[in-house]
């Protein structure tokens, strides 16, 4: 058996989730790597990996041609993986489409070579399933799956191409607009802060800034605080967001709705500071505060 | 140009599930049953095409058993030409709806299919990407915000950096993402009128295409409870329980 993973290269390096996916896919025997556009030489140094096919004209953010260069090579392949990101969620689906297979979407757990635990509905039940397509074509977790390191590999790098008669549809990438931020990557993140409605304005939600300086905190919001506008769309936690699972999550003014709770409620040790006793983040939440968190957080700027 | 939304009949999104004691599945039987989400942020977006004089005709589609034509007649009453109902009895995976959807498609030859970005009960985010695949088609996954001109699609899309800003050709997919719009709530006038509106019926059979599964549940469990965590007095307390009982900071 031989699974092929689709890495996303960020800054020259591959992603943290790539390397999950990439220690997931070592369940299935030999690895092979695919990288689109720059980073090759990043890929090659991950260990683990027998070789990386590189295809250097074709970018990650265009579905049409990277599901048709992976369908190209896919019968190579028993297992194509990619980490459940935007890109990931975008390619890979299509790419089932192109194979007639279904695809098993943000898989937690590996059983064996066809069977895989993925969660549903919110996270509030974990679905156990079976395939029997002969390529599974599987998204994964990254907070699930320990990721290899950054180096220690030496896979050798070969380029391929798309078949240039291949009909692939006109997408054209007009513009990228991503926030720059020296914050950690928040799916990647030690430790996450989040904010809620309860900081009731942009201007206060900037109160979380010098704690995350201090904890070296990526900072994420309810999806309440992002319709609000006090925080950007790609801060969102939860079903709809971003799914982490850090060793801290601490939850500020933000009451813990289903959906919230889907993007979080993997974490080791979660906090909450709300003023609401009944808040249902307390459910889960190890240790809370029941205050004001607009006395709480100077407090706790200071006692850091 | 006509635009097509297919649509689901999901659990209502408040409801808190229960996972059936034999494992088998989720407790579905006398459950609040809604539109999913996502799939009104789909019809709420042709809606307004249609007011902005870009769409001339929208029809909804659903697929799933009889009881889905509740979620068609929602869909109607916000704003919807007409709707199709594909019924089923079977559970059916996001590969047999997308091969299901292609047939419709090719029927019915929209310019736009607008679908929501997944449906919050099996979280499978995929039926957009499959149908696209399967037709050929580009696709803008995830929207925030979608322009129509000159027979393209200039799609604004919700990645994990922030936003990138594609343009399809038409005929294109559209993925809706929550943040999209805000969807309108059906008023009483236009509810009672939906009821007057078309809605054809078909059985998924008509369509000749294979929906059988590829998946088989082994298993439905809930997921491990957390621990129930202690209420602190003081900032101190905390501090001093992250540090030395959690040890996190």
């Known amino acids: 058996m031989t699974a092929l993973v689709l890495l996303e290269i960020e800054n020259g390096a591959v992603r943290q989730a790539s390397r999950s996916a990439v220690a997931a896919a070592s369940a299935f025997g030999s690895v092979d790597v695919l990288v689109l556009g720059a980073g090759a030489e990043a890929a090659a140094r991950l260990p683990g990996v027998a070789r990386v096919r590189h295809a250097e004209s074709l970018s990650d953010s265009i579905a049409e041609s990277a599901s048709a260069l992976l369908a190209s090579i896919a019968a ?22 192109l194979l007639d297979v279904q695809p098993i979407p943000d898989v937690i757990a590996i059983q064996d070579a066809d069977t895989f635990v993925r969660p549903i509905y919110a996270g509030n039940a974990l679905a156990t399933v079976r395939s029997s397509d002969n390529i599974k074509v599987l998204t994964v977790r990254g907070a699930n799956f320990d990721p290899v390191a950054s180096e220690g590999g030496s896979a050798s790098i070969e380029a391929i191409a798309l078949d240039t008669s291949a009909t692939i549809p006109s997408v054209e990438e007009i513009s990228v607009n991503l926030s720059t931020s020296e914050r950690p990557e928040l799916e990647s993140a030690r430790v996450v802060l989040s904010g ?43 079903q709809t967001g971003k799914i982490v699972a850090p060793e801290l999550y601490v939850a500020v003014g933000l009451s813990g709705a289903i959906q919230h709770l889907a993007g979080m409620k993997d974490s080791r040790v ?35 | 140009m006509k635009v097509l939304v297919p649509v689901k009949r999901v659990i209502d999104y408040n409801v808190k599930i229960r996972v059936k004691a034999d494992g088998s599945g989720v407790e579905t039987s006398g459950v609040k049953m809604s539109l999913n989400p996502f799939d009104e942020n789909a019809i709420e977006e042709a809606v307004r095409l249609k007011e902005r004089g870009d769409a001339s005709e929208i029809v909804a589609v659903s697929i799933g058993p009889q009881a889905a034509q509740e979620v068609l007649r929602t869909a109607l009453a916000m704003g919807v030409d007409r709707a199709i109902l594909v019924t089923t009895d079977e559970a059916v995976e996001p590969l047999g709806i997308a091969k299901a959807l292609k047939e419709i498609v090719l029927t019915e030859k929209p310019d736009l299919v607008i679908l929501g970005k997944q ?10 990407q499959m149908l696209a695949g399967l037709l050929g088609w580009g696709q803008g996954t995830f929207a925030s915000e979608v322009v129509i001109e000159n027979e393209n699609a200039k799609v604004t899309r919700e990645v994990d950096g922030g936003l990138e800003t594609v343009q399809l050709k038409l005929p294109a997919i559209v993925t809706a993402d929550l943040r999209l719009n805000e969807p309108r709530y059906a008023s009483l006038p236009n509810i009672m009128k939906a009821r007057k509106k078309p809605l054809t019926t078909l059985s998924i059979a008509d369509l000749n295409v294979d929906v059988a599964p590829r998946l088989t549940v082994v298993s439905v469990a809930e997921p491990a409870a957390r621990q129930a965590g202690a209420v602190l007095g003081s900032v101190e307390e905390l501090i001093e329980k992250l540090r030395n009982e959690a040890k996190v900071i």
């Open chain 1, 76 to 97: 190579e392949y028993t297992h194509i993986i990619s980490a459940a990101t935007a890109n990931g969620k975008n390619i890979l689906p299509r790419l089932a489409g």
């Open chain 1, 196 to 238: 809620g409605r309860g900081l009731k304005d942009a201007a206060n939600f900037k109160l979380l800034d010098p704690i995350a300086d201090k904890l070296g905190a990526a900072i994420g919001a309810s999806r309440a605080a992002v319709d609000s506008g006090f925080a950007p769309n790609e801060m969102q936690v939860g």
């Open chain 1, 270 to 304: 979660i906090v909450a500071i709300n003023i609401d006793p009944e808040a249902p983040i307390f459910r889960v939440a190890d240790y809370g505060l029941v205050a004001d968190l607009f006395t709480v957080l100077p407090e706790l700027e200071q006692a850091l």
């Open chain 2, 119 to 128: 449906a919050i009960d099996d979280d499978m985010n995929a039926t957009g």
